[in-house]
């Protein structure tokens, strides 16, 4: 398989999911401006969506969109713990919060990266980011989302990642700031981040 990613992107949190479950796999980074890819190719032809991430697999087939990427590593590894079992309701429960992530936090965040919104604007996307920062500090009575360590850990993990950029100052919310601590101490989350930075620029 081939992972295709771009620096402090939600491609993050499969990147982090493979090296949890041990699965083999090559690390392609990409430039987000030029659409090249370390690999000479236009990442384009790869995904005409043209953002990150993408998991190629040995058969050519291309998977795109993050929570779909996730629930295909997991479920490539039986019986491990990163998900419940397909068809179970901890499995709707996963696949909710995948989904909170998914459009309230990462689609609620993306205007923040946009240079041409003005800041007026920026505000009130801050706010409702904020909402959602204050929903999930209120719901997140353990260690992590379910009763153990799974992929929407590893995805929340990455668009929380982003706060900093934003000027968020993620102590503002404890139990946010905790989750962060504790999976900053996860050797798979410690292997991926060097990783990427060990890459070369594009």
Known sequence: MKLYFAPMTCSLSPHIVLRELGLPFELVRVNNQSKRTADGR?????????????LVLDNGEVLTEGPAILQFLVDQVPGNTLAPANGTWERARLQEHLNFIATEMHGGSAPLFNADIPEPIKDIFRGKLYQRLDFLDVHLTSDYLLRTFSVAD?????????????????????????????????????????????????
Request: proline residues 8%.
């Open 154 to 202: 590893a995805y929340l993990f990455s668009v929380l990642k982003w706060l900093p950029i934003f000027n968020i100052d993620i102590n503002a919310w404890p139990s946010l700031a905790a989750f962060m601590d504790r999976m900053e101490q996860r050797p798979g989350v410690q292997a991926a981040i060097a990783a990427e930075a060990a890459t070369a620029p594009i």
């Open 42 to 54: 236009d990442f384009r032809e790869i995904n005409p969506k043209g953002y990150v991430a993408a």
